[in-house]
């Protein structure tokens, strides 16, 4: 009887990569944003907002993001289609 509700997030950056794994500030940032999106929602930052039609999306933004180990600066934006 249950639906399953799905939440993402997505950043853009440069990761390193060591061995077979990714580090670095833009993957614990992409993390971050994914972790703190509620059910049916998609968050992204202000690197993948720039690569958006805006035209076909509604983007709004997400005044009061904070975590642990994301720039202060970094702006992350809901995206819905419109």
Known sequence: GERPRMRAGAHHGRPRRVGRDYLGVDVNVAARIAQ???????????AVRESLDEDRLRLKRKLRFR????????????????
């Open 36 to 46: 703190a999106a509620k059910a049916d929602e998609l968050l992204v930052s202000g």
């Open 67 to 82: 975590a642990k180990g994301a720039p202060k600066d970094l702006e992350v934006y809901s995206v819905e289609r419109r």
